[in-house]
T-cell receptor
Framework: RKEVEQDPGPFNVPEGATVAFNCTYSNSASQSFFWYRQDCRKEPKLLMS???SGNEDGRFTAQLNRASQYISLLIRDSKLSDSATYLCVVNSGGFKTIFGAGTRLFVKA | DAGVIQSPRHEVTEMGQEVTLRCKPI?????LFWYRQTMMRGLELLIYFNNNVPIDDSGMPEDRFSAKMPNASFSTLKIQPSEPRDSAVYFCASSSLSGRGDTQYFGPGTRLTVL
């Protein structure tokens, strides 16, 4: 089993739709969680950290469920510019950070 | 502020040749990571350094790969000899880790093609 697993997609949604991604992790001792975004032929960039209480940044909401060992990302009112690959990232303490394979999102007009 | 700088941005070489990729991390960051990304395997961590010291190189695929960080502002990833299966995008990232995993800032990557 992979340490971090994501549905690769692609998710094809119309503009204005709400879309959600889940990510599961295997190490129950994991401490820090992030969502990164990667545009085509570009480097990954931090989208948001994921806190135990959940957090929101504009149209984006991230949730953490420690009991079930998954994190989620919700995007409301999707824009064309949201089209990208979303990477789930888990840190188990110290220096080792594991990136998921990513979920591809296409938002269409 | 300058982000992570990588060079070259593109490299095309022939099988058997030596390839050297370069990275300048963000000033003040004490951790540096080398990743490789392919369609088949996604983003793979090759090696990471903390305070210029290699901490974990378990991701380095073979002895053909080596990495150095002679000082806080420079790192290299060398492949010798290169093979076609090494073709990938190689990213360098840096962070100021506090032990709980901080944001990693990625460079633009080096797209390597080995013919």
């Amino acid at each position: 089993r992979k340490e971090v697993e994501q549905d690769p997609g692609p998710f094809n949604v119309p503009e204005g739709a709400t879309v959600a991604f889940n990510c599961t992790y295997s190490n129950s001792a994991s401490q820090s969680f992030f969502w990164y975004r990667q545009d085509c032929r570009k480097e990954p960039k931090l989208l948001m950290s994921v806190y135990s209480s959940g957090n929101e940044d504009g149209r984006f909401t991230a949730q953490l469920n420690r009991a079930s060992q998954y994190i989620s990302l919700l995007i409301r009112d999707s824009k064309l510019s949201d089209s990208a690959t979303y990477l789930c990232v888990v840190n188990s303490g110290g220096f080792k950070t594991i990136f998921g394979a990513g979920t591809r999102l296409f938002v269409k007009a | 502020d300058a982000g992570v700088i990588q060079s070259p941005r593109h490299e095309v070489t022939e099988m058997g040749q030596e390839v050297t990729l370069r990275c300048k991390p963000i000033s003040g960051h004490n951790s540096l990571f080398w990743y490789r990304q392919t369609m088949m395997r996604g983003l793979e961590l090759l090696i990471y350094f903390n305070n210029n010291v290699p901490i974990d190189d378990s991701g380095m695929p073979e002895d053909r790969f080596s990495a150095k960080m002679p000082n806080a502002s420079f790192s290299t990833l060398k492949i010798q000899p290169s093979e076609p299966r090494d073709s990938a995008v190689y990213f360098c990232a840096s962070s100021s880790l506090s032990g709980r995993g901080d944001t990693q800032y990625f460079g633009p990557g080096t797209r390597l093609t080995v013919l």
